[in-house]
């Protein structure tokens, strides 16, 4: 859903199911070696405004 082009909020709305919990799993899914490059170059922006921790942003290894 998120080569569609939905954010996390739209598709936590379209699966009925809790933001937090698809936040989770997209970070799950980056772990796992999944190519989210498309959904970071959509957020980045979005990401940097909260100043995570390394650990939990998308744009480091």
Partial sequence: MTKRGL???????????????VLVKL???HHL????????AQHHAFI????LPRY???DVA
Avoid at 7 to 21: E, M, P, R, T, Y
Avoid at 33 to 40: A, K, P
Avoid at 48 to 51: L, M, P, Q, S, T
């Fill in 7 to 21: 954010d996390a909020a739209q598709i936590s709305a379209a699966k009925g199911i809790h933001l937090n919990l």
């Fill in 27 to 29: 970070l799950e899914l």
């Fill in 33 to 40: 070696g999944y190519d989210l490059r498309h959904y970071h």
């Fill in 48 to 51: 940097e405004h909260f100043k």
């Fill in 56 to 58: 939990f942003r998308f």
